[in-house]
């Protein structure tokens, strides 16, 4: 359920939230003659308590795209939408950051199809690897009906990109192919815009009839994971280490830990307990 907040009049009468503001500083009152406004619960919208939201209003002042973002973004199906002019606000604002990142950018992009360079920077590989783990998790979001996760997964992979200042090697490239993936990503919740991003980046035909983006699972796999360290069950530290890394050689690391040795006070462990990839466990 879409829900939003209910005022009532003095006369006791419920408003329309277009005939309610909030001047700075002050509480809610009408927009015709500054009367004071009681506020209400938040509730699902209906006709009989007037919280409701006209859609031309939001498409007007912020797009389709915006508005069902927005929506997207917010929550799960199953749970109910709280409908804020600051939600909506927040969502227009990350798709102009979008907007600027693709066609203001004074970075010259690699030609459509340009294959990828040999040699990438360390930032650049962070973020070719998200690119796929990013396609691989927003697909299985939006299989799901998971889309508020999968428009996160998609945020934080633009939020990688726009790191990026495209000077170290291959990072133009994986620009390229980043603002590419994300775009394409994003046209199932923004088609419109999408479909101008798509323009904007070299690409003669629509994007409506594209494939789904392709994903290296190996490329998607981390190549490091967090081991907790415990000591008497107790969470003491945590290592990022290789993964994989072999059991000796973990131990050695949570050995080796400053917050370990303090706790354990110059005293080996009377038992260890060692999962690869997952935890330590010290009995002092």
Not at 99 to 121: C, F, H, K, M, Y
Not at 206 to 235: C, F, H, R, Y
Request: hydrophobic residues 45%; charged residues 25%; aromatic residues 6%.
């Amino acid at each position: 359920m879409v829900c939003h907040e209910t005022y009532k009049g003095p006369d006791g009468k419920w408003l329309y939230p277009t005939e309610v503001t909030r001047p700075d500083g002050g509480g809610v009152v009408t927009v015709a003659g500054g009367l004071p406004v009681t506020v209400g619960r938040v509730e699902k919208m209906s006709k009989s308590k007037r919280n409701t939201v006209d859609p031309a209003h939001i498409i007007d002042a912020y797009g389709a795209d915006t508005a069902r973002l927005f929506m997207l973004s917010d929550s799960p199906p199953e749970r109910d939408l709280e409908w804020t002019e600051a939600g909506v606000d927040g969502a227009w604002r990350y798709l102009n950051r979008l907007w600027r990142a693709i066609t203001e950018s004074d970075l010259a992009l690699p030609p459509v199809g340009t294959p990828r360079p040999e040699a990438l920077s360390p930032a650049a590989e962070q973020a070719w690897r998200a690119c796929h783990k990013t396609i691989i998790g927003v697909g299985d979001a939006i299989e799901r009906f998971r889309f508020n996760t999968a428009v996160a997964q998609v945020r934080e992979l633009t939020n990688l990109l726009l790191a990026l200042d495209g000077k170290g090697a291959g990072e133009a490239w994986v620009l390229r192919f980043g603002w590419e993936t994300a775009v394409r990503l994003l046209a199932p919740m923004m088609p419109h815009v999408a479909e101008e991003l798509w323009a904007h980046l070299g690409h003669a035909g629509m994007l409506a009839t594209s494939p789904w983006p392709d994903a290296d699972p190996a490329l998607a796999e981390d190549e490091t994971v967090t081991v907790a360290v415990q000591i008497n069950g107790k969470l003491r530290a945590t290592l990022e280490v290789a993964k994989d890394l072999d059991r000796d050689a973990l131990i050695a690391l949570a050995l080796e830990n400053p917050n370990v040795q303090r706790q354990l006070d110059g005293k080996p462990p009377r038992k260890v307990i060692a999962v690869p990839n997952k935890i330590v466990n010290l009995v002092a």
